[in-house]
């Protein structure tokens, strides 16, 4: 059984650049990389998905170095909404090189 | 596009009771459905993934007998859990699988279940 391992929380002011960084020593060579947010009583929502080297979209970053043992999400000028749990993950699944939800990075974002 | 609805959202029962819970994709077609439970300030626990028109497979320890899963369509899956108690009491979240190769999950906004 794989998990990711992340920081379990992180605080950053308003306005600010947030970088989560997760470990997932045990990817698997075909398998992505998703990011997800996710509110209290509410259901994950997808943020960002990758493979290698660096994504980004309208809302995040995501950067997975060469060896993708590891990504970063990079989150720009964070707001107080985005106060959430976050969450790196691969492919769903059982087996021992799938990796399930970790404990996740609670960020909170302080006025 | 990429949308999961859950039905009921919320629901409160008697002990001894069963509970169905809805999982739908209501734009694409999804082979693969997986049911999470999440206990308050816990991570999302995998419980078991759907697979339409066979069985499911379920996570180690948890009772097959216990939560029932049926994926009888492309859009459709149901967990029922059966002779709920109260140590029942949780989130439960479905997801689906999307299309295009990368496996990416979808996720359902939850059901909320609590066994008095």
């Known amino acids: 059984l794989a998990k990711t391992t992340q920081p379990i929380s992180m605080d950053s002011y308003e306005g600010q650049e947030v970088n989560i960084t997760c470990s997932h020593n045990?990817?698997?060579?075909?398998?992505?990389i998703t990011w997800y947010q996710q509110f209290p009583s509410q259901g994950p929502r997808f943020i960002i998905q990758?493979?290698?080297t660096k994504v980004t979209n309208e809302v995040a970053s995501l950067f997975i170095p060469a060896d993708r043992k590891s990504s970063t999400l990079s989150l720009p000028r964070v707001s107080l909404s985005d106060t959430a749990v976050y969450y790196c993950l691969g492919p769903p699944g059982t087996g021992a090189n799938n990796l399930f939800f970790g404990t996740g990075t609670r960020l909170t974002v302080i006025p | 596009g990429a949308v999961v609805s859950q039905h009921p959202s919320w629901v409160i029962c008697k002990s001894g009771t069963s509970v169905k819970i809805e999982c739908r994709s209501l734009d694409f077609q999804a082979t693969t459905m997986f049911w999470y439970r999440q206990f308050p300030k816990q991570s999302l626990m995998l419980m078991a993934t759907s697979n339409e028109g066979s069985k499911a497979t379920y996570e180690q320890g948890v009772e097959k007998d216990k939560f029932l899963i049926n994926h009888a369509s492309l859009t459709l899956s149901t967990l029922t859990v059966t002779s709920a108690h109260p140590e029942d009491s949780s989130f439960y979240i479905c997801?689906?699988?999307?299309?295009?190769?990368?496996?990416?999950?979808?996720f359902g906004p939850g059901t909320r279940l609590l066994v008095l």
């Open positions: 045990n990817i698997a060579t075909n398998d992505y």
């Open positions: 997801s689906a699988l999307g299309t295009g190769g990368q496996e990416t999950q979808y």
């Open positions: 990758g493979y290698k």
